[in-house]
Every structure is written in structure tokens, then in C-alpha cells.
């Protein structure tokens, strides 16, 4: 009988479609391989160049000084300008031998100052560098279950760029940098320890018993839980969803929250906030690519951090967002999504907190407590790691000049907390330990999504996705740029999974775009066009990251919910719709109008 039962699954995958876009998916990719020829394409970067004190030229990128090791040269003298400008016939001759990249130093027209560029050779696949992303979606929709759809992705990117041997040329590669290493430093060992000892010392659990018994009342009040932890922990999307997600769910559970809920109430206050808010790294980070040569208001650093003060009142999808998602914890949100009430009904009505034929992201082991016997939990436990955790980022935050934060050093003070308070209080070494390896098994298969979705975006980044579709951008009316950009954003992020790479790829794009469309169509306020294109990519960025499934924020607050990923996914997407069309309708409005 068994034989037979697994005879017929078997068959049965062989005829779903997932199966069918593998085999045509991975078949198409490996032909291509062989006979795609990549793009060529010149990009230019306008940079804020400074001489420091030994005479080396630098630009500002994160709050630091990022040092030139190009030698200036001329625009009559740059290679890859000519070869820019060459016609298709003449490519070939001029095309470059190992030349990668020059810093070209423009002079002003009364000569006293230079403004620089950084003139890079790039290659894209054209429509093609989108191909691994589609496959990793689709496989996502189709089969639910992330890892194998990453999986897919990666080998039809790696098979697109000519790699046979995909281990050894694109995942060890990935496993092997500093981003990959503080993956399963962070989300492994310390997010998974931590969680661990609290589910081992019944931490998290008394707390939200805590909580329940002084401030909630109800779902609606824990749902604001959430939401307002969202906001106050505004460093960054990926810090955010970790933090509220696994403060707040043991508080959720408790009410009968569906898993779907609170992923999209964590997942919609962790980058709109982070972006709105500019007492975190998003200002340091975003002002080094909108320097525009011959532009005032963006000169200098100073001038571009005012800019982006200013600018992120028109950033009206983040706002939209959160103020939606407020609505929704009182049910009071003008539109929810079929799927999204659906949820909410069955956990109120069923206790079921996840679809009968979900899988969560986060493991059986960290969903109950197991606590040994005779020692009694405290919220003190789960508190005070909790304010080391939030005392030691905001403390390198602001040691490091508000630009950058020690995420992985306040992690560790956490969990070296939390143990330490367990063993104070009598626990033994063997418990703290299980707890720990049960927290490190409870997070392995998120992990894993994630390293493989940071592979994903590193192959679709060498493929030239991102530089693709924002290169599509063409003289268009000023009123409908803002848009544009919106839409052109939004599925660089989301076909990429992240919103900082998007600002490396679009704003050096966008931002010499508007000025330029200012100038030729003869708006009368230039300084708003521009400040409405920059709202337009961050807010672009922002929706593309938070929906894309292969996004590490979107794994993320799965992960940290006890979420399934595509249900996660699907039941935030439309929310988030809803507010991209309204911030899209707004900018719109004020182009027509006030520009």
C-alpha cells in the first residue's frame, strides 16, 4: 500500500506545474548560456569628490570616505566614454581591454572646481537578467515552499552566466563574503540561541502573560503591540522584523492572532519605518548616490541630508502603509484582502493560527516552552537581554556618528545576558544548552532561505536586472515621472529582493533624470519635481523588498512569526497595493499642480 501511495505522489509531482517550469526553466537557461552574448553599457556615477590631507581623492558612501584609487582623467581623454558614444559598428574597435572603470573630473565653466564620475563597463542579459528571478516567483507560487524555488533560481542564474559547476561558482562564492558569514552569524547561532533560551527558560512565554494580564485586552490590543513595537524599533527592516516578531508573538499567539496577521503588521512597520525615520542609517547610506553635478540643493553632504529630511514628507506609500496597518489592528482599514480576513476569521473563530496546509517558517521546537522542572520563569528574563539587545545598537549607533549600527555585537550581549541570567537563577549548563541547539533547529531552514535568497540577489545583480529595467526610462512628461520610477522600482526590488541595492542601481539614474527632464520641459519648481523622484524610488524600493518572496526582510517576518512564507506573501501584497496605488495617485496630483 505504501509503495503504491508513494508511486502516485510521485506521479502526481510529475504533472503539477512546478515540475514543468523546472525542466523548462532550467533547459531554457542552460541553451542560453551558451549562445546569449551579454550587453555591453557604459554607467556613469556622479560622486561628491574630496582631496583629503595626502593628496588621494575620496567620495562619501555610508557616512565614510570611500577612497579613489583611479587616477582623474578627462572627458576627451576617458576610454569608455568614447566607447559609449560609438556608434554599433565602431563598438567593437574601441571596446576596451581590461578597462573596468575610470574617474572622469569635469571642470566648471569658470574652471575654479571640478565635479567627478565614476564611468563604469557593465553587462546586462537585456530581458533575459530578469529570467532567474521569474523562475524563483513562480516556483514560490507554485510550490510554497522557498527553499527548492530559491534553489531554482540560483542554478538558472548561474546556467545564464555560463557556470556549469554551480556549487563551486556561485553558491560557495556567496557562502564565502562578509554578507553570507553575518547570516549565519545573526540569524543562525545568535537570533536562534536567543530564542532558544527563552523558549528553554519560558521567558518569551511569561512575559506575554505579562503583558496580557497589564495592557491587552484583546486581539485588537495586541495587534497595536505589534504595531507600536514596529515603530519604536525603527533601525532597519531586517533589525525591526526580528525584534517585533519575536517579542510579540508568544503575545500574539496568546490571542488568537493568525500567523499571517502578524507577519504583515511586523513585515509593513520594518522598512516604511525605517525609511521615514532618519535616526538610523538609511540617511547616511542613500545621500552618497543623489549627488547630481551642477545641481545646488545637492552640492554637498550637508546639502543632500537637508534634501533628504525634506523629502521623505512626500515618501506617502510608507505612510500609507503604516497608517494602514494602524487601521487594521483596530479593524478599521478601509479595504483588507479576501485571504488576509480569511485568516483573521479562522484564528478568532478556530484557534488555528496557520492555513491547514501551511509551513511555517519557524520550527515546532521554538513554539512551545520547555521549561525543566522546578524552575519558575520570570519576564525579567525576557526583558532586560531585550534592553541590552536595544541599549547596545542604539549605543554603537550613536558612537559611530549616526551612520551605521553593531547589530551582530548587540545580539551577542543578548544572548550572553539571557544565559548568564539563566544559569543565576539555577539552571544547568546541559538545559541552557539544549535550549540553545533546540533555538539553532528552530531557525536552520529560514537561515537557509535566506543565504540562498542573498544568492538569488547576487545573481541577478551580475546578470544587470536592475540596470535593465531602469534603463527603459525615456523622455516622458514630467508629471508622469514620479510614477515611472515608482513602477520601475518596485520590480527591480521585488525581482531582486532588496531595497538598498535598488537605491544603488536607480537613483544615480533617476536623479540626473528629473534635473535634466526639469530643465528641458521648463517646470517652475524643479526642487519639488526632484524631491518627488526621490520619494518615488525610496517608496518603490521599499514596496518591491517588503513583497518580494525572496526578499530577507519578507523571510524574515515569516521566519520570526512562525509564518508560511507564500501565505505571508500573498496576504500582504494586495495591503500593500492598495497603498502604493494611493501614494502613486498623490504624487501624480502634486506634479500636475504644484510643479
Same mark, same amino acid.
Given at each position: 500500500?505504501?509503495?503504491?501511495?508513494?508511486?502516485?505522489?510521485?506521479?502526481?509531482?510529475?504533472?503539477?506545474?512546478?515540475?514543468?517550469?523546472?525542466?523548462?526553466?532550467?533547459?531554457?537557461?542552460?541553451?542560453?548560456?551558451?549562445?546569449?552574448?551579454?550587453?555591453?553599457?557604459?554607467?556613469?556615477?556622479?560622486?561628491?569628490?574630496?582631496?583629503?590631507?595626502?593628496?588621494?581623492?575620496?567620495?562619501?558612501?555610508?557616512?565614510?570616505?570611500?577612497?579613489?584609487?583611479?587616477?582623474?582623467?578627462?572627458?576627451?581623454?576617458?576610454?569608455?566614454?568614447?566607447?559609449?558614444?560609438?556608434?554599433?559598428?565602431?563598438?567593437?574597435?574601441?571596446?576596451?581591454?581590461?578597462?573596468?572603470?575610470?574617474?572622469?573630473?569635469?571642470?566648471?565653466?569658470?574652471?575654479?572646481?571640478?565635479? #567627478?564620475?565614476?564611468?563604469?563597463?557593465?553587462?546586462?542579459?537585456?530581458?533575459?537578467?530578469?529570467?532567474?528571478?521569474?523562475?524563483?516567483?513562480?516556483?514560490?507560487?507554485?510550490?510554497?515552499?522557498?527553499?527548492?524555488?530559491?534553489?531554482?533560481?540560483?542554478?538558472?542564474?548561474?546556467?545564464?552566466?555560463?557556470?556549469?559547476?554551480?556549487?563551486?561558482?556561485?553558491?560557495?562564492?556567496?557562502?564565502?563574503?562578509?554578507?553570507?558569514?553575518?547570516?549565519?552569524?545573526?540569524?543562525?547561532?545568535?537570533?536562534?540561541?536567543?530564542?532558544?533560551?527563552?523558549?528553554?527558560?519560558?521567558?518569551?512565554?511569561?512575559?506575554?502573560?505579562?503583558?496580557?494580564?497589564?495592557?491587552?485586552?484583546?486581539?485588537?490590543?495586541?495587534?497595536?503591540?505589534?504595531?507600536?513595537?514596529?515603530?519604536?524599533?525603527?533601525?532597519?527592516?531586517?533589525?525591526?522584523?526580528?525584534?517585533?516578531?519575536?517579542?510579540?508573538?508568544?503575545?500574539?499567539?496568546?490571542?488568537?492572532?493568525?500567523?499571517?496577521?502578524?507577519?504583515?503588521?511586523?513585515?509593513?512597520?520594518?522598512?516604511?519605518?525605517?525609511?521615514?525615520?532618519?535616526?538610523?542609517?538609511?540617511?547616511? #547610506?542613500?545621500?552618497?548616490?543623489?549627488?547630481?553635478?551642477?545641481?545646488?540643493?545637492?552640492?554637498?553632504?550637508?546639502?543632500?541630508?537637508?534634501?533628504?529630511?525634506?523629502?521623505?514628507?512626500?515618501?506617502?506609500?510608507?505612510?500609507?502603509?503604516?497608517?494602514?496597518?494602524?487601521?487594521?489592528?483596530?479593524?478599521?482599514?478601509?479595504?483588507?484582502?479576501?485571504?488576509?480576513?480569511?485568516?483573521?476569521?479562522?484564528?478568532?473563530?478556530?484557534?488555528?493560527?496557520?492555513?491547514?496546509?501551511?509551513?511555517?517558517?519557524?520550527?515546532?521546537?521554538?513554539?512551545?516552552?520547555?521549561?525543566?522542572?522546578?524552575?519558575?520563569?520570570?519576564?525579567?528574563?525576557?526583558?532586560?537581554?531585550?534592553?541590552?539587545?536595544?541599549?547596545?545598537?542604539?549605543?554603537?549607533?550613536?558612537?559611530?556618528?549616526?551612520?551605521?549600527?553593531?547589530?551582530?555585537?548587540?545580539?551577542?550581549?543578548?544572548?550572553?545576558?539571557?544565559?548568564?541570567?539563566?544559569?543565576?537563577?539555577?539552571?544547568?549548563?546541559?538545559?541552557?544548552? &539544549?535550549?540553545?541547539?533546540?533555538?539553532?533547529?528552530?531557525?536552520?531552514?529560514?537561515?537557509?532561505?535566506?543565504?540562498?535568497?542573498?544568492?538569488?540577489?547576487?545573481?541577478?545583480?551580475?546578470?544587470?536586472?536592475?540596470?535593465?529595467?531602469?534603463?527603459?526610462?525615456?523622455?516622458?512628461?514630467?508629471?508622469?515621472?514620479?510614477?515611472?520610477?515608482?513602477?520601475?522600482?518596485?520590480?527591480?526590488?521585488?525581482?531582486?529582493?532588496?531595497?538598498?541595492?535598488?537605491?544603488?542601481?536607480?537613483?544615480?539614474?533617476?536623479?540626473?533624470?528629473?534635473?535634466?527632464?526639469?530643465?528641458?520641459?521648463?517646470?517652475?519648481?524643479?526642487?519639488?519635481?526632484?524631491?518627488?523622484?526621490?520619494?518615488?524610488?525610496?517608496?518603490?524600493?521599499?514596496? &518591491?523588498?517588503?513583497?518580494?518572496?525572496?526578499?530577507?526582510?519578507?523571510?524574515?517576518?515569516?521566519?520570526?512569526?512562525?509564518?508560511?512564507?507564500?501565505?505571508?506573501?500573498?496576504?500582504?501584497?494586495?495591503?500593500?497595493?492598495?497603498?502604493?496605488?494611493?501614494?502613486?495617485?498623490?504624487?501624480?496630483?502634486?506634479?500636475?499642480?504644484?510643479?
Amino acid at each position: 500500500m505504501t509503495t503504491s501511495t508513494n508511486t502516485a505522489s510521485n506521479a502526481a509531482f510529475f504533472q503539477k506545474p512546478a515540475f514543468w517550469i523546472i525542466c523548462v526553466g532550467l533547459l531554457v537557461a542552460l541553451v542560453l548560456g551558451f549562445n546569449l552574448s551579454p550587453t555591453p553599457y557604459v554607467e556613469i556615477v556622479p560622486r561628491d569628490v574630496v582631496e583629503q590631507a595626502d593628496g588621494n581623492l575620496a567620495y562619501s558612501q555610508k557616512g565614510k570616505l570611500v577612497e579613489i584609487a583611479l587616477k582623474p582623467v578627462t572627458p576627451e581623454g576617458s576610454v569608455l566614454l568614447k566607447f559609449r558614444d560609438a556608434s554599433e559598428a565602431d563598438r567593437s574597435a574601441t571596446l576596451p581591454d581590461g578597462l573596468s572603470s575610470e574617474l572622469v573630473r569635469r571642470p566648471s565653466a569658470d574652471g575654479a572646481s571640478n565635479s #567627478y564620475e565614476v564611468v563604469s563597463l557593465r553587462h546586462h542579459y537585456r530581458i533575459w537578467s530578469l529570467f532567474p528571478a521569474l523562475i524563483a516567483i513562480l516556483l514560490c507560487w507554485t510550490t510554497r515552499e522557498p527553499l527548492s524555488a530559491l534553489l531554482g533560481g540560483v542554478v538558472a542564474g548561474a546556467f545564464l552566466l555560463g557556470h556549469r559547476n554551480v556549487v563551486d561558482a556561485v553558491i560557495v562564492q556567496e557562502l564565502a563574503t562578509t554578507r553570507a558569514a553575518e547570516v549565519i552569524i545573526l540569524y543562525l547561532f545568535l537570533l536562534g540561541g536567543i530564542l532558544g533560551i527563552w523558549s528553554r527558560t519560558g521567558a518569551s512565554h511569561a512575559f506575554a502573560e505579562w503583558v496580557s494580564d497589564r495592557f491587552v485586552r484583546g486581539p485588537n490590543s495586541a495587534r497595536f503591540v505589534a504595531w507600536l513595537l514596529g515603530v519604536l524599533f525603527f533601525q532597519g527592516g531586517t533589525v525591526s522584523t526580528v525584534l517585533v516578531g519575536s517579542t510579540v508573538k508568544p503575545l500574539s499567539d496568546r490571542h488568537k492572532i493568525s500567523h499571517e496577521e502578524l507577519a504583515y503588521i511586523v513585515d509593513s512597520t520594518a522598512s516604511p519605518i525605517a525609511s521615514q525615520i532618519p535616526l538610523n542609517a538609511w540617511p547616511a #547610506y542613500v545621500q552618497s548616490f543623489i549627488f547630481v553635478a551642477g545641481v545646488p540643493f545637492l552640492a554637498t553632504q550637508p546639502d543632500r541630508m537637508r534634501f533628504y529630511l525634506m523629502s521623505i514628507l512626500f515618501c506617502w506609500y510608507a505612510t500609507f502603509a503604516v497608517l494602514q496597518t494602524l487601521l487594521f489592528c483596530f479593524d478599521k482599514a478601509p479595504w483588507v484582502a479576501p485571504k488576509l480576513r480569511r485568516a483573521t476569521e479562522r484564528a478568532r473563530t478556530t484557534g488555528e493560527l496557520d492555513a491547514p496546509d501551511a509551513e511555517p517558517m519557524a520550527a515546532k521546537e521554538l513554539e512551545t516552552a520547555d521549561v525543566p522542572a522546578g524552575y519558575k520563569p520570570s519576564p525579567l528574563e525576557f526583558v532586560v537581554p531585550l534592553v541590552v539587545l536595544i541599549a547596545v545598537a542604539i549605543g554603537t549607533f550613536i558612537i559611530s556618528g549616526f551612520t551605521s549600527l553593531d547589530i551582530i555585537l548587540a545580539f551577542t550581549a543578548a544572548l550572553v545576558c539571557a544565559a548568564g541570567m539563566a544559569l543565576l537563577k539555577g539552571m544547568r549548563l546541559n538545559d541552557l544548552i &539544549g535550549g540553545f541547539g533546540n533555538g539553532l533547529k528552530g531557525v536552520v531552514m529560514g537561515a537557509m532561505v535566506l543565504l540562498l535568497a542573498i544568492s538569488l540577489g547576487a545573481v541577478t545583480k551580475q546578470l544587470g536586472a536592475g540596470t535593465y529595467v531602469a534603463g527603459k526610462l525615456s523622455d516622458i512628461p514630467f508629471w508622469m515621472l514620479p510614477v515611472t520610477l515608482q513602477l520601475l522600482t518596485m520590480l527591480i526590488a521585488f525581482s531582486t529582493g532588496t531595497s538598498w541595492g535598488t537605491y544603488a542601481v536607480a537613483f544615480p539614474l533617476a536623479m540626473p533624470l528629473g534635473w535634466e527632464i526639469a530643465q528641458t520641459q521648463g517646470v517652475d519648481n524643479p526642487y519639488l519635481l526632484m524631491m518627488l523622484c526621490f520619494a518615488a524610488v525610496m517608496d518603490g524600493s521599499v514596496f &518591491g523588498d517588503q513583497c518580494s518572496p525572496i526578499s530577507d526582510t519578507t523571510v524574515l517576518s515569516s521566519m520570526c512569526c512562525g509564518c508560511d512564507l507564500m501565505d505571508h506573501v500573498k496576504t500582504q501584497i494586495p495591503q500593500a497595493l492598495l497603498a502604493a496605488a494611493a501614494a502613486g495617485i498623490c504624487w501624480t496630483v502634486v506634479a500636475l499642480v504644484f510643479v
